[in-house]
């Protein structure tokens, strides 16, 4: 499956546009692209799921350029309340795995 | 409608004993995962059931065991807990097999499970 490299920890300020970068040079060609959000004590949930070029929904958007090696998850406007952590990872066709990395901790400061 | 709900949300046990924990899924879901996440670690995979039926295991040693119910519900079971089985197991569920690639998973909020 892809293995992902995403920053450990990001920094931001309600009110800001949040660019949190993957990259995944061994993607595969039946990998999708998954973004999961994790607060203390919960679960994981899922954010937005894309292939390629650009995927959004109501909270989020995913870029991922044509050679599919890197996406970035884009959060308009932050707020306190999307301090979390964020997961990258492949999801591919015929695994039921689901790889998770460290993600990234991101703090959203008023 | 209800989520993906565990039980218990808490247990401490000791070493050697066993432990059973309990996931029901989302209604009308029929494939469920099971997850492990140590604390400052993502969730690592240890099983995924659909339709009653092992369809992946990760990288766990035999005392860990799984299995589903005719109403999808899953148990996961470990047996002499050591200290390091000390976590929060998660469980996940989706609509159908989760070997599709682009298959959602809905978690629930885990079981932490500390091991003295």
Redesign the interface.
């Given at each position: 499956l892809a293995k992902t490299t995403q920053p450990i920890s990001m920094d931001s300020y309600e009110g800001q546009e949040v660019n949190i970068t993957c990259s995944h040079n061994n993607i595969a060609t039946?990998?999708?692209i998954?973004w999961y959000q994790q607060f203390p004590?919960?679960?994981?949930?899922?954010i937005i799921?894309g292939?390629k070029t650009k995927v959004t929904n109501e909270v989020a958007s995913l870029f991922i350029p044509a050679d599919r090696k890197s996406s970035t998850l884009s959060l308009p406007r932050v707020s306190l309340s999307d301090t979390a952590v964020y997961?990258c990872l492949g999801?591919?066709?015929?695994?039921?795995?689901?790889?998770?990395?460290?993600?990234t901790m991101l703090l959203v400061s008023p | 409608d209800a989520g993906?709900t565990q039980s218990p949300t808490h247990l401490i046990k000791t070493r050697g004993q066993h432990v059973t924990l309990r996931c029901s899924p989302i209604s009308g879901h029929k494939?469920v995962?099971w997850?492990q996440q140590v604390l400052?670690?993502?969730?690592?995979?240890i099983f995924?059931y659909?339709e009653k039926e092992e369809?992946?295991r990760?990288n766990f040693p035999d005392r860990f065991s799984a299995r589903q119910f005719p109403n999808y519900s899953s148990e996961l079971n470990v047996n002499a807990l050591l200290l390091g089985d000390s976590a929060?197991y998660?469980?996940?569920s989706s609509l159908d097999?989760?070997?599709?690639?682009?298959?959602?998973?809905?978690?629930?909020?885990?079981t932490?499970l500390s091991v003295l």
């Open positions: 039946n990998d999708y998954t004590s919960q679960g994981p949930r899922f799921q292939y997961y999801a591919r066709l015929g695994y039921s795995t689901l790889t998770f990395g460290k993600g | 993906v494939s995962s997850y400052g670690q993502g969730p690592q995979f995924q659909y369809r992946g990760g929060l998660l469980c996940a097999w989760a070997g599709q690639g682009n298959e959602k998973l809905f978690f629930g909020s885990g932490q």
